[in-house]
């Protein structure tokens, strides 16, 4: 006979994140409980359901039957609470919440601790979480993160709510010695010296390709890396050139001596920076946080990249050229 009884959004939680889990031990990790604690909740769920609702001794997890069903009905009553709860404290004038943030590595580097500071005063609790976009991705969808900044906006995912917050160039980074005393010649530069690229796994590193290929250069690839600051240093010691991005750049402006930074193109060739966050949870908390990322873009960040590379202007950020990489 099944419970009457109204089910504890506690229990929901709990089965939410087994069903998102590899084991029961990684959903109790996730939780911050014992395994022992896990097991129990979910007894006391498919009690009060009447139906066995995980597959017993199966890795990774699997629902039944009836767990998918509570799985998906779950995630909108969840959601229903979070935007509750969000309305509550708008209606109370409170803004202090808990925020976890995930920030593709760049953004995080250039602008985590200026946002940090910017946000603590109306966000009680901040989790920053950083990393390659796929994972950070994946952790949004998994609801281990609440707000997303990356190049990708998940156009795939309903009830999201989306911002464009600023088109991020590709450029050139040339070490000085590479330099003919004549114009500047990237098919030339291209046939004498060995591209270092982003590795073909990261997002820049397919977006390089297609900048390439949009210009019909042939680059010889020699060194592969994910990461920029190896990358400025190769250029730097001299062992060939890079494309990056102006927000990449600004990760690494320390590693500019010797280094001629060059616009690519008339900087026609960009990738956008997205903040996704699930539509309604977070109340206004997201466009803070988009707000406060476009005025620090258009404040220190600018100012120290335009004392390297003049050509970099706040028109250079904005949204509507035509040449954005998607």
Wanted: glycine share 8%.
């Amino acid at each position: 006979m099944t419970d009457s009884r109204l089910v504890d959004t506690q229990l929901l939680n709990t089965f939410v994140t087994i069903a998102e889990s590899s084991s029961l031990t990684d959903a109790a990790k996730r939780l911050g409980v014992t395994q022992s604690a896990v097991s129990q909740a979910l007894k006391q769920l498919e009690e009060q359901m009447g139906a066995e609702l995980v597959a017993r001794r199966t890795k990774p997890v699997r629902l039944t039957a009836a767990g998918l069903v509570l799985k998906q009905n779950a995630d909108t009553i969840i959601g229903e609470l979070r935007r509750l709860s969000a309305a509550v404290r708008g209606a109370a004038d409170k803004a202090l919440v808990q925020c976890r943030l995930g920030l593709m590595t760049s953004c995080s580097e250039v602008f985590g601790s200026k946002l940090i500071a910017r946000l603590s005063p109306f966000i009680e609790r901040l989790t920053l979480r950083s990393g390659l976009t796929p994972p950070l991705m994946q952790a949004f969808l998994d609801r281990d993160i609440d707000i997303l900044v990356a190049n990708d906006p998940l156009t795939g995912v309903e009830g999201l709510e989306r911002f464009e917050l600023f088109r991020d160039p590709v450029l050139l980074a040339v070490s000085d010695g590479h330099l003919g005393p004549g114009p500047f010649s990237l098919e030339a530069l291209a046939q004498a010296q060995p591209l270092i690229r982003y590795g073909r796994n990261t997002h820049i590193g397919a977006y390089s390709e297609l900048v390439l290929r949009r210009m019909r250069i042939l680059a010889n690839v020699r060194y592969e890396t994910d990461d920029t600051h190896t990358l400025m240093s190769f250029v730097q010691d001299g062992h060939g050139w890079g494309m990056l991005t102006a927000l990449c750049l600004a990760q690494v402006l320390y590693r500019t001596d010797g280094v001629s930074l060059l616009e690519l193109d008339r900087s026609r060739h960009a990738r956008t920076v997205y903040l996704v966050a699930r539509e309604g949870e977070m109340g206004a908390i997201p466009g803070q946080v988009a707000d406060a990322i476009r005025q620090i873009l258009h404040g220190p960040v600018l100012d120290a990249l335009s004392a390297k590379a003049r050509w970099l202007t706040p028109a250079t950020f904005e949204l509507n050229e035509t040449f954005d990489l998607r």
